[in-house]
């Protein structure tokens, strides 16, 4: 079965930076898209990021500039540099896959436990 596990997540101050790895298991991952979505408490779910199978990639406006999603399909590892992070960081990020970005986005993913971000001002 499709497994997704997230690492990385931490406590950092304002302007630090992490990396997020997801490791995927149960399914061919060089063809499915992958994300990374987060949760604040208190707050819906937002998409961060994204990647398709051919590597083309979409970021939310909040994190234009800071944050980078990359995989490597020799691995079956999805990977997000959060560089500059900001208080507003701070949520639960997950990682999640699906055969096509639309279908991420629409949250028909299969999806990790996620890993906790705490960003201190």
């Known amino acids: 079965q499709v497994q997704l596990v997230e690492s990385g997540g931490g406590s950092v101050h304002s302007g630090g930076s992490l990396r997020l790895s997801c490791v995927a298991s149960?399914?061919?991952?060089?063809?499915?898209?992958m994300g990374w979505f987060r949760q604040a408490p208190g707050k819906e779910r937002e998409a961060v990021a994204a990647?398709?199978?051919?590597?083309?990639?979409t970021y939310a406006d909040s994190v234009k500039g800071r944050f980078t999603i990359s995989r490597d399909n020799a691995k079956n590892t999805l990977y997000l540099q959060m560089n500059n992070l900001q208080p507003d960081d701070t949520a639960k990020y997950y990682c999640?896959?699906?055969?096509?970005?639309?279908?991420?986005?629409?949250?028909?993913?299969?999806w990790g436990q996620g890993t906790q971000v705490t960003v201190s001002s």
């Open positions: 999640a896959t699906a055969p096509t970005v639309n279908l991420l986005h629409a949250g028909q993913a299969y």
């Open positions: 149960g399914y061919t991952f060089s063809t499915y898209s």
């Open positions: 990647i398709d199978s051919d590597g083309r990639t």
